[in-house]
């Protein structure tokens, strides 16, 4: 209520400033209407006077004339403006007191409710406490009835008393009677042991049965642990089914003429040390008039083997066309230790980072590159390609605009040199768990992207 009041005062007080501003402006009209009429006056003052200070009076009067409709302009555009403040300062009013007394209902109902649950659990809290007084109450009675009970009972077992000491005599007589049933009750005692014995007979059998069910039981998980390494045998038969379907498919391939051979002489090599690694060094080169990268893999020998693995790995990447995969333009394949000749870009991630720390829009950047490109490799068919040593090293930069783009590089010789060398190409801090193991598969490089 008392913001009401204060809503209520604030309106009183705007419409008394907009009425104090219209009698402004009544009165600024009445001294434009006197000041007319003293202009008609003048005009009819003599003829001769007026003649005199007629040019400089029209002067006067129009200029004086126009400033003060200019003022009357000016004040009526202030007051219309005030007006309209005016009218949205009492449509703001009007909604908060609206807002206010809806808070103030939206209170008073809760606390009415809040009252109400507080009388409804009263309510219940007395008639709980009632009806636990009425089953004290009944309960106190029903002990002073089993008392009076007891106390009649007590008063029936002295009167009983003396009738016991009669019913003696007779009891007397009733043990003969007792001893000739006990040889009875004998009876019925070697029957009951008969029946205990038949029991146990019983149990024992139950025991035969269950040592049966938990040897049969033994049985079945032998079973079942015969059909697992069935299973595991099968399991390995398909493996190597399909190793062998694989090298069938490799022997194919390497009887298809090969396009991305290319000859030791065509490759001009400079001494100009891109990178160095485990599988050989990396340097400038020339090839058919361009600069290229070369590769230089040492300390090989190529089998009959390693060189059926050697052609399948180039094959697979001179078919890898991707703007996120660095561009395999050929390689050797003689006796020689293998050069392969790709593209050659301006600097590695490992050496940027060495410089500076990246953006996260270069983080962003070229995490999605490398992304893109093992998607690439991951979804060729029938086999998935396996990176197998992504680090920062094989993560090449090129500039476009003002941001680095990135390309994924030796996907193609990674895998390659993983199955001829005898020492694990990869680096370490970057392998999967199963790097080392037969059980591969693209989530390798996944581990290593993440």
């Not at 370490?428 to 290593?448: D, F, G, H, M, R």
Request: net charge negative; glycine share 2%.
């Amino acid at each position: 209520m008392p913001i009401a009041n204060g809503v209520a005062s604030q309106q009183q007080d705007s419409e008394k400033s907009a009425q104090e501003k219209n009698v402004k402006v009544s009165a600024l009209d009445i001294k434009i209407s006197a000041r007319r009429v003293e202009s008609v006056k003048s005009a009819q003052l003599p003829r001769a006077r007026q003649d005199s200070k007629e040019l400089e009076q029209g002067i006067n009067v129009n200029s004086h004339w126009r400033q003060i409709q200019y003022d009357v302009v000016q004040m009526r555009h202030a007051l219309n403006e005030e007006e309209l403040a005016l009218n949205n300062r009492k449509q703001e009013l009007r909604e908060k007191e609206t807002v206010l007394v809806n808070m103030l209902q939206n209170s008073v109902s809760e606390e009415q409710q809040a009252r109400t649950r507080v009388e409804e659990e009263l309510s219940q809290e007395r008639e709980r406490m009632q009806n636990d007084f009425a089953q004290i109450r009944q309960a106190l009675e029903t002990k002073e009835r089993e008392l009076r009970e007891k106390e009649t009972i007590l008063d029936q077992l002295l009167n009983k008393l003396g009738e016991e000491q009669q019913v003696r005599t007779r009891l007397e007589e009733r043990l003969q009677n007792e001893m000739l049933s006990s040889q009875a009750r004998q009876r019925e005692l070697q029957e009951k042991e008969n029946a205990f014995r038949e029991q146990q007979r019983l149990l024992e059998e139950e025991r035969q049965q269950k040592a049966t069910l938990e040897e049969r039981l033994r049985n079945l998980e032998l079973q079942m642990q015969e059909e697992r390494n069935r299973y595991l045998s099968n399991e390995r038969l398909l493996q190597s089914a399909v190793s062998e379907a694989r090298e069938e498919l490799i022997e194919s391939q390497s009887r298809q003429p090969h396009d991305w051979i290319i000859q030791r002489e065509e490759v001009l090599l400079s001494e100009s040390v891109l990178g160095k690694g485990a599988w050989g060094s990396v340097c400038q080169g020339i090839f058919r008039c361009c600069q290229v990268a070369v590769k230089e893999i040492h300390e090989l020998i190529l089998s009959p083997h390693n060189r059926r693995l050697f052609e399948r790995e180039m094959s697979i990447a001179s078919c890898c066309r991707h703007p996120n995969l660095l561009q395999f333009i050929g390689a050797t394949n003689d006796d020689g230790s293998p050069l392969f000749v790709t593209e050659i870009l301006e600097t590695s991630l490992r050496r940027l980072l060495s410089e500076r720390a990246l953006n996260h829009e270069e983080i962003v950047s070229l995490a999605l590159d490398v992304a893109k490109g093992l998607n690439y490799l991951h979804l060729n068919r029938p086999l998935p390609i396996i990176h197998r040593d992504i680090s920062s090293a094989n993560v090449l930069l090129w500039r476009r605009d003002d941001c680095w783009r990135a390309k994924l590089s030796d996907y193609g010789s990674a895998n390659f040199m993983r199955q001829c060398m005898t020492v694990n190409p990869g680096a370490i801090i970057y392998s999967a768990p199963e790097a080392l193991t037969s059980q591969q598969s693209p989530k390798v490089n996944k581990y290593v992207f993440s």
